[in-house]
Structure formats: C-alpha cells, structure tokens
C-alpha cells in the first residue's frame, strides 16, 4: 500500500514539474510577442517620421545662402468636406435663379441695386467653381466650345451649300467626302492649286530633241514602246509610267545622251520611278535581266546615281492620273469613261508632239474626248471646267486636236495599242481609234456647241 502511495506522490510531483515547465515556455512565448509587436510599431513610427522628413537637409546656412520663403501649400477638400459644402448650398433658401430671358447682365446696374440675392448668387457660383475641379473645368469648357464651333460650321454649311457662280456655275461635290479621311476634303483646295503650280516647274523643254545631236524622234518612239513593254512586264501602277517618262524627258532636256545609253536611261529612270510610287519596287537584277544583260546591276546603279544627280532629287512630279481622278468626281466616276481617259492620256507621253503640255490640260483633254465617245450630253458643263482646273473647250481645243490625229493615225507604238486592245482595259485602243476614224471620216465637229454648256443641270 505504502508503495502504491509512493509511486501516486511521484506521479503529482512530475505532473507539477511539466505543468511549471509548460507555463513557463508559454509565458516566454507571449513575453517574445509582445516585444515583436512592439519593435514593429516603433519601426512603423519611426518610418512615419522618416517620410515626414525632407530628403536632403537644409545645408543653406553653411554656405551663406538665404533660405527662400516657403509657398502656402494648397491641398484640395476631401469628400467629406465638399459633401458637407453641397449640404449648406443645398440648405440656403434665399438662393434665387433669373429666367432664361433675364440672365443677361446689365452694365449699367450698380452693385447697391443688385441686392442681396444676387451677392448671394455670384458666392454661390464661386463656391463651385472651387468645388469643381480643375480638370473637369477645362474639360467642360472645351466641350462647349466644340459645340460651338459645330453649331457655327453647320451654319456656314447651310449658308455656303448651293452652287456657286464665278462665270460658270459649278456644285462643291466636296462636301459628300467630308466623314472620309482618304479623300481630304476639307485640303483638296489647297492641293490641286499646290500641283498646278507645281507642273509648269517640272515640265521638260518641249524642243530639246530637236537640240540634241544624235536624237531624233523616232528613237524617242522606239524607246517610250520598249518602255511600256517593261512596265508592263512587271505590272506596275500607272503613275510610276508618267513619273518615268518625265524623269526620262526632264534629264535629256539638259544632258546630252548618246544612242547606245538610251536604254541604260529608260531603265534607270523606270528603276527610280518605281522606287518613288510602288510598295514593292521591282529588284535591279529584273531590270539587268530584262535588258538581255546589256547592262550590268552596276551599271544601272550607277545610272540612277547619276540621274538623280542632274535633276536634284527632284521628283516632285504632279502626276496626270491625279488630275483625271479629280476630273472624275464631276463625272459621276464614269468607270467607261475613266478607261477610256487612261488611254487617251497615256497618248498625251507617247508621242513627242505633246512633250512641254501640262499634265493637267491633258488629262481635261483625255475626258473631252472619252465623254463625246460615249455620246454623253453634255460633253462639258460647269462641273467639269472646274474639276479639270478652270479648263474651257477653247483651252483644249490644241491638246485635243493632237489626240485625234494621233487616233487616225497608223499605229506606231505596238505595245501600247497591245496593252489597252485586252479585256481589261475595256479594248480601249479599237474602239477609239475605230470612232476617231468614223468622227473624222463623217466631218463632224469636234467642238459643237450644241454639245458644251457652262451651266449644271438642275
């Protein structure tokens, strides 16, 4: 029995000795708790003041320097404060608003008959203005003022729509492009003036063929062919062929040329053409391979240097496609008459007879006649003499004159009349030249009157 006591007694004490260990690590563990949590509120203090303190110190005095006067600093109202502001001017009951019709302000009334009322009204305005923000003001106030300038571009539409007389009447078909970026209506007056001046300056000199010394016309001929045969191997845009031509024609007009570089001369000047109007420029071993290796890579390198050289990079071409697309939007965009004028054009660089023309009279030329082809009535009207550059039927008489001839004439240039005798140019070059010969052979007028009207059909 005694030793049963002995053993429940040891038991107690060793219960006593865990339980006083126990407390002890739990009483140490809570102790370390404490002083974490201390240590960091001390850091969290001393961060605190660590921010509310400058970077750099105030090391002014060393160094005699006087410290600059502090600026009042402004710091905007926070939600709770404007809330409140928008509580008291809501709870104000002498706030009084005119009519619409009495809100414009008398000069001539002095404050003192103004009253209280309207003191009140103009703190109430201040009051939020400052409640209102910066930010949004400005955003408010330009918006107003687009408004403004819509609602006065709309009455300037409204006042400026009907068709206007210069001598001839004319309708500003501008205005139904003014939602399409690509078509710049609102710059095209300021562009089209901009490229008629530009083309008397880049024009060649019509009679250097005559001033060279080994030239002649006929190998201008041969050569212009062999270059539409190029061009159209490669199926570049048309513009690059214009551009080309007139570089070809600008650069003899100033350099002699000898018979065996003519080649060279064409190809490089369809190589730089092509650089300057298409996205993807044919490589320069097309052009050496389409030559029949007569020229080397190096040589029509060479050639493009040279070129560029004499006429000062300038290629600042107002090029005839863009004036024929003006003229198209005072017909209609004929798609018939559109082919048919991209024939009769590109006539305008293949014969020498037109070297020194305008790109623009050329391609008013183009249309007269595509639109008489097609029997449209009438052939030209007010529209169409503005469109086309102030051009009257007297101003094209020469121009069309010439095309004619060239029409009744034998062919001269195979691949050209080959290029637009196919299907997709409508066989543009049968059918003019088979009305040209009927036109002439029956002794009519180019020019009736009958047919031309300086007004628009209403």
Same mark, same amino acid.
């Given at each position: ?26 009483e ?8 974490r ?6 850091n ?5 003041? +660590?921010?509310q ?7 002014s ?11 009042p ?17 809501n709870?104000?009951?002498? !706030? ?9 302000i008398?000069?001539?009334?002095s ?7 309207s ?7 201040? +009051?939020?203005?400052q409640v209102l ?7 408010e *106030? *330009?918006t107003n ?12 539409v ?8 210069v ?8 205005e ?28 060649p000199?019509?009679?250097?063929? #005559? ?19 190029m ?6 845009l048309?513009?690059t062929? #214009? ?8 650069f003899?007009?100033v ?9 060279? @001369? ?7 053409a092509a ?7 044919p490589?320069?071993k ?7 290796? +007569? ?5 029509? $390198? ?14 600042n ?5 863009n ?13 018939q ?7 009769l $054009? ?24 595509a ?25 094209l ?17 195979d ?9 997709? #140019? ?20 180019l020019?009736?009157?009958? @047919? !031309? ?6």
């Open positions: 029995m005694s030793a049963v006591n002995n053993e429940n007694e040891n038991d107690t004490d060793a219960y006593d000795v865990w339980a006083t260990r126990a407390r002890s690590k739990h140490t563990i809570h102790r370390k708790d404490l002083l949590k201390g240590s960091e509120a001390t969290i203090n001393s961060t605190k003041t +660590s921010q303190r400058q970077h750099l110190g105030d090391v005095s060393q160094f005699g320097i006087s410290r600059p006067a502090a600026r600093v402004t710091r905007r109202k926070p939600l709770e404060e404007v809330s409140s502001l928008h509580g008291d001017l709870s104000r009951k002498d !706030i009084r608003y005119a009519p619409a019709s009495s809100r414009d008398d000069c001539s009334t404050e003192s008959d103004a009253g209280p009322v003191a009140t009204t103009h703190e109430v305005a201040k +009051s939020q203005e923000p910066k930010k949004r003001q400005a955003t *106030s *330009s003022l687009v408004e403004k300038l819509h609602v006065s571009n709309e009455d300037n409204t006042k400026f729509k009907k068709s206007k007389r001598d001839y009447e004319w309708q500003d078909l501008d139904e492009d003014h939602d399409d970026p690509l078509m710049v209506s609102e710059y095209v007056s300021e562009i089209f003036p901009y490229l008629h001046e530009l083309e008397h300056k880049t024009l000199n019509p009679n250097y063929l #005559f001033e060279q010394t080994q030239l002649k016309p006929k190998m201008r001929s041969i050569l212009v062919d062999w270059l539409v045969e061009h159209q191997k490669f199926r570049l048309p513009e062929l #214009f551009l080309a031509i007139n570089i070809m024609d600008r003899m007009s350099e002699s040329v000898q018979i065996d570089k003519l080649q060279l @001369l064409a190809t490089g000047s369809l190589f730089i650089k300057y109007e298409e996205v993807f420029s490589s320069v097309n052009y050496a391979y389409f030559t029949d290796e +007569s020229y080397t890579e190096d040589q029509i $390198l060479q050639a493009e240097k040279y070129i560029l050289t004499i006429l000062n990079f300038d290629l071409y107002p090029n005839p496609m004036f024929l697309r003006r003229i198209s939007k005072a017909d209609d965009y004929d798609v008459s559109r082919t048919l004028g991209k024939y $054009l590109e006539i305008s660089i293949i014969d020498y007879k037109f070297i020194g023309m305008l790109p623009s009279l050329c391609s008013a030329s183009a249309m007269y006649i639109r008489l082809i097609l029997g449209k009535d009438p052939v030209w009207n007010g529209n169409l003499i503005y469109y086309s550059g102030g051009y009257r039927v007297d101003d008489r020469e121009c069309v004159e010439l095309i004619v001839q060239y029409l009744i004439s034998p062919v001269e240039h691949e050209f009349f080959k290029k637009y005798a196919t299907r997709k #140019f409508m066989k543009a070059s049968i059918v003019c030249r088979s009305w040209a010969k009927k036109f002439v052979a029956e002794k009519r007028d020019f009736d009157e009958s @047919l !031309i009207t300086e007004k628009i059909a209403k």
